[in-house]
């Protein structure tokens, strides 16, 4: 049986450990800053970062089916969370496709205004990496976006639009290379939110 990561003294022997408590520090901060930027603007952390997908992901992604497994919540919270935003004049429901109950949600003019005003929250967290040399920047990247393909593979992340579980990505030779624009790919090359994504399987 492994030890308790939140085990001060074993964390003193175990840097994978510490890198965990540091992912919760960081996450924490990522919390916080989203219920901030909630509650000056009237919304939800939920509501203000479906808006903030809603802005940079094609149509067809922008339906409470996808933003249900997106998120890891259920349709009746997403569905609840689009009606507010609805309500608030911030979407618009796309009915355009074949299925009269199904429909692919949009933002408003003044949801884009929205955006604009929330989508800054996690800057402090940007901040922080100033001054770091980009080869740390590059390394703690890579091991960072390992880490999330190894999650998302064990089904603990659902949805992960990365290279790494991309169709048009290869590893056959040395280097990592995307058959699609058809050149290697170096650490920080590496998306993980490609809007050009397919899933392998």
Not at 30 to 38: K, N, P, Y
Not at 152 to 173: A, E, P, V, W
Request: some cysteine.
């Amino acid at each position: 049986m492994k030890e308790n990561i939140f085990n001060t003294e074993f964390q003193e022997q175990s840097v994978a450990s510490k890198a965990v408590v540091g992912l919760e520090r960081i996450s924490e901060a990522f919390r916080v800053l989203l219920w901030d930027h909630a509650k000056k603007n009237g919304l939800s952390p939920i509501q203000i970062q479906i808006l903030i997908f809603l802005a940079y992901h094609k149509k067809t992604l922008c339906t409470v089916s996808y933003l249900a497994i997106e998120f890891n919540l259920t349709k009746a919270t997403v569905s609840d969370a689009v009606r507010v935003l609805d309500k608030k004049g911030y979407i618009v429901k796309d009915y355009s496709s074949e299925d009269s109950r199904s429909y692919s949600i949009l933002l408003s003019e003044e949801g884009k205004k929205m955006v604009a005003t929330t989508q800054t929250f996690a800057n402090p967290i940007v901040e922080g990496f100033e001054g770091i040399e980009k080869s740390e920047l590059d390394s703690f990247f890579k091991t960072l976006s390992t880490l999330i393909y190894k999650l998302n593979s064990k089904g603990i992340l659902t949805i992960q639009r990365t290279c790494y579980g991309c169709k048009f990505y290869d590893k056959s030779g040395p280097k990592d290379y995307c058959k699609l624009i058809g050149k290697e790919l170096s650490s920080a090359d590496i998306r993980l939110d490609c809007p050009e994504f397919e899933d392998r399987a």
